[in-house]
């Protein structure tokens, strides 16, 4: 028999069930490791499903991060704007404490001017009375004295007047009587000369027209007169209108003026 294909029973007993010890271990090691793996699987699919909703939170903690910052910066432009509005509103108000003083000067200043202007203003007043006083006094003094020299005229031109028609009626008288005179002297001299009757007649008409010649002219001569008297009167009254009318105009722009 070949020694090469002899082979030990116990031996290959004792390794084979070695062997299937080995291959049950292996099996147990194998399933313990399935487990594991399923274990680890499910770990892994936990850890995923774990990563995904921290993944979320993440995000969502980013967003929460990002409205916490804006509101940060938000915060600390408007705490820059608070503190340039303060700063502002401090410079406005010195800045009216600065206007409010200078007004308070202004009005100091207007309130003395007003005051000086309005002294002055009085003793202009006080001047203007005192000069209209006085013009109103050379004013009536130049009225008298000229109504004065009008009624001097008036009166002169009356006595004149007056004077002319005595001298007129005188005058008229000493014709008639001169032509009454001649006329009897002429009827003496015709009577005694045994005249025509009609030379008389003659004589008396020429006397006639001589004594209505003198008359009209002395009517002219006093109509001339009565129209110088009624013009004196007009200028007096015109003159008189006028001073009133001009005193009254100054008074009134005085007392417009003030």
């Known amino acids: 028999m070949d020694p090469l294909k002899l082979v030990d029973l116990d031996l290959l007993v004792e390794e084979f069930h070695k062997f299937r010890l080995k ?3 292996l099996v147990k090691d194998n399933m313990t490791l399935s487990r594991q793996v399923d274990t680890l699987r499910q770990n892994l699919q936990l850890a995923k499903d774990t990563e995904t909703s921290l993944q979320s939170e993440v995000e969502n903690f980013q967003k929460m991060l990002n409205t916490a910052q804006k509101f940060m910066i938000n915060q600390c432009s408007l705490k820059d704007e608070n503190a340039r509005l303060k700063q502002e509103l401090h ?3 010195l800045s009216t404490v600065e206007l409010e003083q200078k007004y308070e000067r202004m009005i100091g200043d207007l309130k003395q001017e007003s005051d000086m202007r309005q002294m ?4 202009e007043r006080v001047k203007l009375r005192e000069a209209f006083t006085c013009q109103i006094a ?3 003094e130049t009225h008298e004295k000229v109504v004065e020299e009008l009624k001097n005229q008036k009166e002169h031109l009356v006595r004149q007047m007056k004077e ?8 008229l008288m000493k014709l008639k009587l001169e032509c009454d005179s001649k006329l009897m ?8 000369a045994g005249a025509s009757s ?6 008396q008409e020429i006397f006639r027209k001589k004594l209505q010649h003198i008359q009209m002219e002395s009517e002219k001569e006093i109509s001339g007169l009565k129209q110088t008297i009624t013009n004196l009167q007009q200028s007096l009254n015109e003159h008189l209108q006028k001073t009133q009318t ?9 007392a417009k003026k003030f």
Do not use: F, I
Request: proline share 2%; glycine share 2%.
């Open 138 to 140: 050379a004013a009536k």
């Open 198 to 203: 009609q030379t008389p007649n003659v004589s």
């Open 185 to 192: 002297k002429l009827q003496r001299q015709l009577t005694t």
């Open 246 to 254: 001009s005193c009254v105009d100054g008074t009134h722009k005085r």
């Open 91 to 93: 410079d406005m108000k």
């Open 23 to 25: 291959t049950t271990d």
């Open 164 to 171: 002319l028609e005595r001298e007129r009626e005188t005058e």
């Open 120 to 123: 002055h203003e009085a003793a």
